[in-house]
């Protein structure tokens, strides 16, 4: 559904956001995973209309995401990762001015879909309150509701849950699974791995303003199955590990070190144990590595 | 040397200059205030009249000069949002969360960009210094000084500037509404001139004393002396001078102790009552609050309810959508219409600025006398419409590019453009709302006009003089400085360059118009041509003035359209689709019939 091909995009500043992105992403929630600065909000914000890239296609069902930003619009549904409101219109004012920009003309028909978004996103207490006086979740509940105006083909959230509870999460992982059809593209970046672990079909990672994989959750953890190693030590010899092993991911625990070691040789050290791998070994284990080893 | 200055109050201070070096404002200002040096030396009175350009009199006219015209509104510029900055970005937790004191917050924000408006000052007076290597002819130049030009900057401009500044900081962090200085200083004018007057019939000394610009120094000394005898004068300042500019200083000590108190005050009520506003006077833009969880679904009731919808979701129903043709423009536009006018009334700034037009619009018709021509009702319009200009022009640049620029300041901007509202939708709401806004305030003034003359008893009383003033002189006009002001914030792209280039434009026009240039072809105020008789008695000057109005109309027009073709969003780079004009063919054809028109309207009047 939707293809970019040699995405490219390259700052006044200097800095190479995107080195030449390819990615076909099929319909349903796909994750796009990568730590700060990769280049996951520079693509969204191309994929939403609101960034010229310096190169590349970019098509949903065929449409050119590129030089027809009008009919893009009209099958757009974004959530940025930072946004506001109005702080004094109301939930449910906020929506009605969404939907009527986005072509929602009858009022009957406006007033059914705004009742059942609220509803939707639990939200029908509090429709006439300034959402000024809305918490962080509430927001976001509220502007992933403003996302769905419109039957949008392709949805995208930016960074959704960062400072969501763990179950205004839970509940936000579910909506995304629900909304995403047989015919509609969700495409969730973040840098959180169990976002994508809990709803997504498939994922990329990207670094640097390159994919460095695209697979399937699954996928992803038969590759490194029997391939994580997991030991505890004392927190002065941690550096030393670093040394000698490819260190994934260090934890406190219990006034010491549990340190996950990847290893396709086998048991690194007689201390060291197999673990389960998770999707957080695998992103890990590829954003960790050196750049030249992509 | 052991710095004996607080850390903090430096560190606030450094901390501003630096964020002012980063702005492009403070060299525009620069830009602008060197220009205007340039412009005084090379067109100002001193050939007309034998005055050397750099004699003692000469200069402290010209600081007199420069700081009657560009102080007010510039100081307001540069002092006004300091502290609302930092609430605005939302840094005032780190901040007061650090050890610094309220009294190091305020004087490090105040100095901070005192000090940087002094450097824009200076520009104006190192030029003047500079100019004195040059001349032309007839010019009189003096042996090169470099004294009086320091002295005199720093007694007349920067004392003055300290107090008005002073007081543009109170208001801004006391209110957190810029808004509300921009009408505080625009009103400065008619306040100053009020002022002059009060205090007219009062001995010379106690005029120097409490003159806040130190305009009534020597000048019943100086009336009637010629060139010579002013080149050769010095100034020195007497101790009603030096009274004087005590006066200022403590002036700027008031505002600061009430600005420290109050502001106490505010940020010790917002820690306990975060749902009110942290102005101590309310009349801040909303803030955000802290959700209250007895409010919604945190309750138990409320938590069943989230629960059931998680189990039975509610399904999206689907809806027709209409994004395309005339209709839909037209229905998105008045969406945005409507958004924009509840943002608009929900402004607060309105509950000061629009008093205060009516307060100003009254005092100037209690004060002077309206001559009845050719009739009381078209004398109260016209002397109205001329005062009001000031207020309109202001409404104009600070009203639009706040709201040119509020959708990217609350974030809301990324969501909007992402939607398939095309951008005249985005851009016309906003130009149609503070043109509403100026239509209001028109309104206002003319009930308040036709109150003081049915008050003064005034006869006849007829509205017809009243709607031809104001819809032939004040609308045009104000379709004009609006339609310009968006133009300049889309061109420019940043707010305080956007306010300081319009600024710079208008106050240019206005000194040229005062100084005989005021042709037709670029006066688009009308100033000082038309009277009120042209537009009661029509006549071939009436046409002339209808014909005048549409060639500002259709540059208005034109401004507008170059707007959209050069706003930021982008949403096409054809100019057909699918066989069909794009948006942007459709604006480049409009653009081109309203440069036609321009240019025939143009040509009528040149003829």
């Known amino acids: 559904m939707l293809e970019i091909k040699g995405l490219k995009k390259t700052y006044a500043s200097g800095v190479q956001a995107l080195k030449g992105i390819d990615l076909e992403v099929p319909a349903g929630v796909f994750g796009l995973l990568g730590p700060n600065g990769a280049g996951k909000t520079t693509l969204m914000k191309i994929l939403a209309t609101l960034l010229e890239p310096d190169s590349g296609e970019v098509a949903v069902t065929g449409v050119d995401f590129i030089n027809q930003k009008m009919a893009a619009r009209r099958m757009l549904g974004y959530l940025p990762q930072e946004f506001g409101l109005y702080p004094t219109l109301t939930a449910e004012q906020t929506l009605a001015y969404f939907a009527r920009l986005k072509g929602v003309m009858d009022g009957k028909e406006r007033a059914r879909l705004i009742e059942a978004l609220l509803e939707r996103v639990n939200l029908s207490d509090v429709r006439r309150q300034a959402v000024g006086g809305f918490s962080g979740g509430m927001r976001q509940r509220l502007g992933i509701a403003q996302a769905l105006i419109g039957q949008p083909r392709i949805i995208i959230v930016d960074e959704p849950t960062a400072g969501l509870d763990p179950e205004e999460r839970n509940r936000f992982h579910n909506l995304l699974s629900e909304i995403a059809g047989e015919a509609t593209v969700v495409l969730l970046s973040t840098h959180i791995v169990s976002d994508v672990s809990t709803v997504c079909g498939q994922m990329s990672i990207i670094r640097r303003g390159e994919i460095l994989a695209f697979s399937t959750p699954q996928a992803a953890l038969a590759q490194i199955a029997n391939f994580v190693w997991e030991t505890t030590v004392p927190r002065e010899d941690v550096p030393a590990l670093k040394t000698r092993f490819r260190v994934i991911s260090t934890r406190m625990f219990d006034c010491r070190v549990r340190v996950r070691v990847f290893s396709r040789d086998g048991r690194p050290a007689e201390a060291f144990s197999p673990a389960t791998p998770t999707l957080e070994d695998y992103y890990l284990s590829l954003v960790s590595q050196p750049e030249s080893v992509n | ?607």
């Open chain 2, 1 to 607: 040397m052991k710095n004996t200055l607080s850390p903090p109050l430096i560190a606030v201070f450094q901390a501003e200059v630096l964020f002012n070096l980063k702005r492009v404002a403070p060299y525009a200002l620069m830009v602008i205030f060197s220009a205007n040096a340039v412009l005084w030396w090379a067109r100002g009175p001193a050939i007309v009249r034998g005055w050397a350009v750099n004699s003692d009199f000469y200069i402290v006219w010209l600081f007199g000069g420069f700081s009657f015209m560009t102080m007010p509104l510039f100081i307001a510029l540069m002092m006004a949002d300091p502290v609302i900055r930092d609430f605005r970005i939302g840094i005032d937790p780190l901040i007061f969360s650090k050890p610094v004191r309220r009294i190091e917050y305020l004087l490090g924000k105040f100095f901070g960009n005192f000090f940087v408006l002094v450097c824009c000052q200076a520009c104006f007076a190192l030029t003047a210094l500079g100019l004195q290597a040059f001349s032309t002819p007839g010019m009189i130049v003096l042996s090169p000084r470099l004294f009086p030009y320091l002295q005199h900057f720093f007694f007349f401009v920067v004392v003055s500037s300290l107090a008005l500044g002073a007081i543009c900081f109170t208001v801004g962090t006391l209110t957190r509404n810029v808004k509300i200085v921009y009408g505080l200083v625009i009103s400065f004018y008619f306040l100053f001139i009020a002022w002059q007057y009060t205090i007219k019939g009062l001995p010379i000394r106690w005029r120097i004393v409490l003159d806040p610009m130190l305009f009534n120094v020597g000048a019943e000394v100086w009336k009637g002396r010629s060139g010579d005898w002013l080149n050769q004068t010095t100034i020195d300042y007497d101790g009603y001078m030096i009274a004087n500019r005590i006066l200022m200083i403590g002036v700027s000590l008031v505002c600061f102790a009430i600005l420290y108190n109050r502001f106490s005050s505010a940020e010790r009520a917002r820690t306990t009552a975060r749902e009110n506003t942290a102005s101590i006077f309310n009349l801040a833009p909303r803030m955000e609050r802290l959700y209250n969880e007895s409010e919604g679904s945190g309750t138990a009731p409320a938590r069943q309810a989230v629960e059931a919808a998680t189990e039975k979701p509610a399904a999206i129903p689907q809806v027709k959508i209409i994004t395309q043709g005339l209709r839909a423009g037209f229905d998105q536009f008045i969406a945005a219409l409507g958004v924009e006018f509840r943002l608009l009334r929900a402004e607060r700034s309105l509950i000061v600025v629009a008093p205060l037009v009516m307060l100003v619009c009254a005092l100037e018709l209690a004060a002077f006398e309206v001559v009845p021509e050719p009739s009381y009702s078209a004398g109260y319009a016209s002397r109205t419409a001329n005062s009001l200009l000031l207020f309109l022009f202001g409404v104009a640049v600070f009203y639009a590019g706040e709201a040119m620029h509020r959708d990217r300041e609350s974030r809301i901007e990324p969501v909007l453009w992402a939607t398939p509202a095309p951008n005249f939708v985005l851009l016309l709401s906003k130009f149609s709302t503070t043109l509403l806004l100026s239509t209001s305030l028109i309104a206002l003034v003319a009930l308040t006009a036709f109150g003081v003359q049915l008050y003064k008893g005034h006869a006849p009383f007829e509205p017809g003089p009243y709607l031809k003033t104001y819809g032939v002189v004040l609308a045009p006009s104000v379709v004009f400085m609006t339609a310009a002001s968006a133009a300049m914030n889309v061109f420019l792209r940043e707010k305080y360059l956007a306010y300081a280039v319009s600024l710079a434009l208008g106050g240019g026009l206005y000194y040229l118009t005062g100084q005989g240039y005021n042709h037709w072809l670029y006066n688009p105020a009308l100033l000082n041509l038309w009277t009120p008789s042209d537009l009661v008695s029509g006549g071939p000057h009436l046409t002339r003035i209808l014909v005048h109005r549409v060639y500002w109309l259709a540059i208005s027009a034109l401004l507008l359209a170059l707007a959209l073709l050069f706003f930021e969003r982008k949403s096409t780079r054809v100019l057909k689709v699918r066989g069909r004009l794009s948006g942007k063919a459709w604006t480049i054809l409009a653009a081109l019939v309203l440069v036609l028109t321009a240019i025939i309207t143009g040509f009528i009047l040149v003829a």
